[in-house]
């Protein structure tokens, strides 16, 4: 995988670096992306299930989504993308991690300070009295979970149409404003306020790069676009700045 100079020249240069990651950074651990095959439950899309419109309705449908995902998430363990990005971390003096993802997979490969956009999928609270209440209490035929008070247990992400933690948002973009690179990696670049993200950084000046074996709608705005898996790309653009440290 060849790493264009510019983004390894400018990398080697950085101050600070600023990465994105979608779902396509957990793609290769085996867990679906949204907007890919396996994005589909029973037949339901993910943005008409994670939703408030979407719970209410039915909420066996969306818990049993949701403890499907939870066990699946267990199974499945970090990959060569998440493990490359810690590498990176290590070598910038100042490096930021946002997510959109929440596998928890990045924590796991042992990233610190995740800045987790969606929250966290094996979290849950209550609906009701929003105390945290296990999601994955009782068998499937005992849906819905319900919280001791009675309200319903959801999982402790951010749904579509409800606002993503202020002060988690807030240092995303101060990131994305202050850095000398910005790698946007696995994301289709659809759902905001994420996906204003990698424009913000390039707006305020830097060098902003993505990761993904399809272009993204993104793609026509970047400065470069490295196409092909984050487990491949990561590795050799870490391993490549690694032999560049070497001979500076
Ligand atoms: C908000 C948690 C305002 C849940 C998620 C109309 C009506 C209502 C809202 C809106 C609307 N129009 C716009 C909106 C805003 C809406 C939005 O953007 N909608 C989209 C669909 C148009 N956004 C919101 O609602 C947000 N909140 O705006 O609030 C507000 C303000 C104040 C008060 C009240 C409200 C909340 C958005 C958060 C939604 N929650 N997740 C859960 O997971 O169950 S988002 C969910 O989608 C996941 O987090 C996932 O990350 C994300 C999808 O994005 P991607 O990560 O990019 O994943 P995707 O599958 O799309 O793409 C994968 C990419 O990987 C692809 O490009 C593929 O090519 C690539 N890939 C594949 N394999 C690999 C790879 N790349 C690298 N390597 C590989 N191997
Ligand atoms: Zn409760």
Not at 63 to 82: D, F
Not at 160 to 170: I, N, P, S, T, Y
Not at 181 to 199: D, I, N, Q
Not at 212 to 228: Q, T
């Amino acid at each position: 995988m060849l790493i264009p100079d510019a983004l390894l020249h400018r990398l080697a240069a950085a101050r600070a670096v600023a990465v994105l990651t979608g779902a396509g950074v957990s793609a290769e651990s085996g867990v679906p992306t949204s907007r890919g095959a396996g994005g589909f439950y029973e037949g339901h899309r993910p943005e008409d299930l994670a939703s408030p419109e979407g719970f209410r309705p039915d909420p066996v449908l969306v818990q049993r989504w949701y403890r499907h995902r939870r066990r699946l998430v267990r199974e499945v363990a970090p990959n060569p993308a998440h493990h490359a990005l810690v590498r990176l971390a290590a070598l910038v003096p100042r490096f930021t991690l946002v997510t959109q993802n929440v596998d928890g997979l990045h924590e796991r490969a042992g990233s610190p300070h995740v800045l987790r956009l969606h929250g966290a999928l094996m979290e849950s609270r209550c609906a009701t009295c929003a105390r945290s209440a296990d999601l994955d209490a009782g068998p499937d035929d005992a849906l819905p979970v319900r919280c001791t008070c009675g309200g319903l247990v959801r999982p402790g992400v951010v749904w579509f149409g409800e606002a993503l933690l202020v002060d988690v948002l807030e240092a995303a973009e101060q990131a994305a404003t202050t850095c000398d690179v910005f790698l946007s990696v696995g994301t289709s670049g659809l759902v905001y306020p994420a996906a204003a993200l990698p424009g913000m950084a390039r707006a305020a000046g830097a060098f902003v790069a993505e990761v993904n074996p399809e272009p993204s709608v993104l793609a026509p705005h970047l400065d470069a676009v490295l196409a092909g898996p984050a487990g491949v790309v990561l590795p050799a653009l870490v391993a490549a700045l690694e032999t560049h440290r070497a001979h500076a």
